[in-house]
């Protein structure tokens, strides 16, 4: 190659390297959700991609990178381009209680990403056996003190939500829990209706359906106030424990991201989450729709790692990386 080929290509490699950067800005998202195709937050995702995509003139993906307890697809995120071309949508507790239970924490939700919105809330919900003799959240820790032996709970997994709502209802409550993580709340519920386990906390989407066919009984949910998918449960607050669980999804982007473009794409996932027929599919699923600013979800990222820090502290939960 001559001297003057050479300093053409040299210079050109700059020039190149801009336009690949507007291709990704104006062409393809991924929307990484780090768990399994077809749960409730993978068809969040799907449903507002769908939205989305015209809205921001791109093409918009949603990819299921699986592993970890959502660790693997945040992990992907976390050392993507800045470009535009890859977002996360994860749930709020995968983004403050990884961190905490790691022992040596492996990302920052604050330093790491870019918030956009939030997405979506769903609550929790405590759910006995029809082998338990109990009829509201009173008589169940009354059979529960009457019956040390019979003191195992499911949650869904270790290091979750349900997980340190154990832990506080075991410190309330002033009797000894035995947690039993599952594979997943089809599991706990199947365990439920056979009465091999007293009781479990799991989604309240999940256990909704067999708690109307009367084969499990929720007495309680999470949720500040009365959840509208079951109106007649009262919250863990209204059965005197101290407790606000409710959990969300959440959108960010990998720090240095443009905040403008942020700022867009919160708009976007916002608008299509206020569209009636999306709104109406996430709610047949347990879902509330919300969106917010990205102020809103640094806010509410900062106000549960307050909560669950001195819970999960308390507990010396830790899991190896």
Same mark, same amino acid.
């Given at each position: 190659?001559?001297?003057?080929?050479?300093? *053409?290509?040299?210079?050109?490699?700059?020039?190149?390297?801009?336009?690949?950067?507007?291709?990704?800005?104006?062409?393809?998202?991924?929307?990484?959700?780090? !768990?399994?195709? =077809?749960?409730?937050?993978?068809?969040?995702?799907?449903?507002?991609?769908?939205?989305?995509?015209?809205?921001?003139?791109?093409?918009? $993906?949603?990819?299921?990178? %699986?592993?970890?307890?959502?660790?693997?697809?945040?992990?992907?995120?976390?050392?993507?381009?800045?470009?535009?071309?890859?977002?996360?949508?994860?749930?709020?507790?995968?983004?403050?209680?990884?961190?905490?239970?790691?022992?040596?924490?492996?990302?920052?939700?604050?330093?790491?990403?870019?918030?956009?919105?939030?997405?979506?809330?769903?609550?929790?919900?405590?759910?006995?056996?029809?082998?338990?003799?109990?009829?509201?959240?009173?008589? !169940?820790?009354?059979?529960?003190?009457?019956?040390?032996?019979?003191?195992?709970?499911? $949650?869904?997994? +270790?290091? %979750?939500?349900?997980?340190?709502?154990?832990?506080?209802?075991?410190?309330?409550?002033?009797?000894?829990?035995?947690?039993?993580?599952?594979?997943?709340?089809?599991?706990?519920?199947?365990?439920?209706?056979?009465?091999?386990?007293?009781?479990?906390?799991?989604?309240?989407?999940?256990?909704?359906?067999?708690?109307?066919?009367? =084969?499990?009984?929720?007495?309680?949910?999470?949720?500040?106030?009365?959840?509208?998918?079951?109106?007649? $449960?009262? %919250?863990?607050?209204?059965?005197?424990?101290?407790?606000?669980?409710?959990?969300?999804? =959440?959108?960010?982007?990998?720090?240095? +991201?443009?905040?403008?473009?942020?700022?867009?794409? =919160?708009?976007?996932?916002?608008?299509?989450?206020?569209?009636?027929?999306?709104?109406?599919?996430?709610?047949?699923?347990?879902?509330?729709?919300?969106?917010?600013?990205?102020?809103?979800? %640094?806010?509410?990222?900062?106000?549960?790692?307050? !909560?669950?820090?001195?819970? *999960?502290?308390?507990?010396?939960?830790?899991?190896?990386?």
């Amino acid at each position: 190659m001559d001297r003057r080929k050479f300093m *053409v290509r040299c210079l050109s490699l700059p020039l190149l390297a801009q336009v690949g950067a507007t291709r990704a800005q104006a062409g393809l998202t991924k929307i990484i959700f780090p !768990f399994a195709a =077809g749960a409730g937050g993978d068809t969040l995702c799907r449903l507002i991609a769908q939205e989305m995509a015209p809205a921001l003139q791109r093409t918009i $993906v949603v990819e299921n990178r %699986t592993g970890g307890d959502g660790l693997i697809g945040i992990k992907a995120v976390k050392g993507g381009s800045p470009d535009g071309s890859m977002v996360l949508v994860t749930t709020g507790p995968t983004m403050y209680l990884l961190p905490m239970v790691e022992t040596i924490p492996s990302f920052d939700a604050a330093k790491d990403f870019v918030p956009v919105s939030l997405l979506a809330r769903f609550e929790f919900a405590l759910v006995i056996s029809p082998a338990v003799d109990a009829v509201d959240f009173k008589s !169940f820790a009354a059979w529960l003190k009457a019956h040390p032996d019979r003191t195992s709970f499911g $949650v869904p997994s +270790s290091g %979750t939500i349900p997980h340190f709502m154990g832990s506080k209802l075991e410190k309330d409550l002033g009797i000894p829990l035995s947690r039993v993580p599952y594979r997943g709340s089809a599991a706990i519920l199947n365990d439920l209706v056979g009465g091999h386990v007293p009781f479990g906390i799991t989604t309240l989407a999940d256990a909704l359906a067999q708690h109307r066919a009367k =084969g499990v009984k929720i007495i309680a949910v999470s949720s500040a106030e009365r959840s509208p998918f079951a109106s007649e $449960v009262p %919250t863990l607050k209204e059965s005197g424990i101290d407790l606000v669980a409710d959990a969300w999804y =959440g959108m960010w982007l990998p720090a240095g +991201s443009s905040p403008e473009f942020a700022s867009k794409l =919160g708009a976007a996932a916002s608008a299509a989450l206020a569209k009636p027929e999306v709104k109406e599919k996430l709610t047949a699923i347990g879902l509330i729709p919300v969106g917010s600013s990205a102020e809103g979800l %640094t806010k509410e990222l900062a106000a549960n790692t307050a !909560f669950w820090q001195p819970v *999960v502290k308390a507990t010396g939960y830790k899991i190896e990386n």
